[in-house]
Each structure stands twice: as C-alpha cells, then as structure tokens.
C-alpha cells in the first residue's frame, strides 16, 4: 500500500517568509510524528499527533513553528518568519497506534528539505 | 532525558569483513530499542528492533541484542555487501506517552567492493 508522502520534496524559501509542509501519513494510522534532520543537530522530535487528543508540543524550537492535522490525517507543519538555521530535512512520521501500543513501528516519509537563504 | 551515543563514522570496510557499530544509551524508563536505516536518497527504514532486555532483533544478516545491564544495543553483520552502504541510526523511544523516537548522530557506513 501506499507509504508516507510529504510535500514538497524541496523548497527554497528567503528569510523572514512563512512556510508550509504537508504530511500525509498511511491510511488508517492514528498516530502522526514530525522530526527534523540537520546537519548541526542530528535528528529530532517536533511534535506528536495522536486521535484527538492534544498534541505534544514539546519537540517545536520556537513559537514561530506550529503544526496542524485536520481530520485525524493530513498534517501541515508551519514555520512563521524563517531563518537560515531553520534549513534542514523536515521528516513525517506515522504509525498504527502511537502511545498506545509500545512497540508500534513509525514509518517515515522522503522528507521536505528545506533552504532558508 | 533520554539519549543514544553511536560510534563516530564514517565507517569505511571491504565487502564480506565483519562489521560493528556500537550503540549505548541513557533512559530513565525501560525504552524500545531500534535501528534505522537511510540508503542513499532513499527515506529512513527501519531495520530491526527489540523491546525488552535480552531480545535480539534481526533482519537482512543484521543482529542487534537489548543489553540492559551495558544500556547497548550494538548493531552486527557477519559479511556486508556493497547494497549496505547507507547511514544507520540507533534510536530509542520510551514506553510512556508519545514513545517518540530519540536518535543517536548517525553512522555513515561504505562497503567497497
């Protein structure tokens, strides 16, 4: 079946303009996780989808990110105002239950990479 | 919190020698382990994983053993082939809330031919 589509695979943006990514995780996942991937930093958690319940924040590096998923699939991941440090691979992520079955798999995306010039 | 250390890389070996790649971390909990895999431009795959002390995970001639008592999880191949050129990354994710996953740096492996 289908996997894990982001949009769009690249993007070059100028500082200081808004940007969007879109996610859209395998059919029937509940649970949907955004990480990014650069150079200086390695990889890390942004934020966690989960049903309906609130999101966990705890992974975004300022208020200027925010993400959204509408309808329990799609999600957009939205960076306000970017900078040059914000350049990096953006990675979707999703899985069958998340939290609530320990050893659920995440399945990733191709990723958008992102250049802030 | 939690974190994962790899060995540093790049790691550079001849097709069919022996490789390893060490993997340790530090979690307050009891963590599922994994590990990733990224071909060239390709996405991240997950290799192979184990969820609790003394499992081994295994997959394509990898292997990889939950060591509780050495917080590791070193990933091994017996004979590696030019196709397991890639990066790997060792991860874990807690077993409470969003068992997000927290990654080690990332170990870029070539294999010559």
């Known amino acids: 079946g289908a996997g894990v589509s982001q949009s769009p695979s690249n993007k070059v943006t100028e500082k200081g303009k808004d940007v969007e990514l879109r996610c859209d995780p395998i059919s029937g996942h509940t649970a949907l996780y955004w990480y990014r991937q650069s150079l200086g930093q390695g990889l890390e958690f942004l934020i966690y989808?989960?049903?309906?319940?609130?999101?966990?924040k705890s992974g975004l590096p300022s208020d200027r990110f925010s993400a959204e998923r509408t309808g329990g699939s799609v999600s957009t991941l939205t960076i306000q105002r970017t900078q040059q440090e914000d350049s990096a691979v953006y990675l979707c992520?999703?899985?069958?239950?998340?939290?609530?079955?320990?050893?659920?798999?995440?399945?990733f995306g191709p990723g958008t990479r992102l250049t802030v010039l | 919190g939690d974190s994962v250390t790899q060995m540093e890389g790049p790691v550079t070996l001849s097709e069919e020698a022996f490789l390893t790649i060490n993997c340790t971390y530090t979690?307050?909990?009891?963590?599922?382990l994994f590990w990733y895999v990224q071909y060239p431009g390709e996405g991240l795959q997950l290799l192979l994983k184990a969820t609790k002390a003394d499992d081994k995970g295994s997959n394509k001639g990898f292997e990889a053993t939950y060591r509780k008592e050495t917080t590791s999880f070193h990933l091994e191949k017996g004979s590696v082939q030019v196709s397991d050129s890639a990066v790997y990354f060792c991860a874990l994710s807690d077993r409470q809330g969003a068992q997000k996953l927290v990654f080690g740096q990332g170990t870029r492996l070539t294999i010559n031919p």
């Open positions: 979690a307050t909990g009891y963590p599922s």
């Open positions: 992520a999703s899985s069958l239950s998340g939290g609530a079955v320990s050893t659920d798999t995440q399945y």
């Open positions: 989808f989960q049903g309906n319940s609130a999101p966990d």
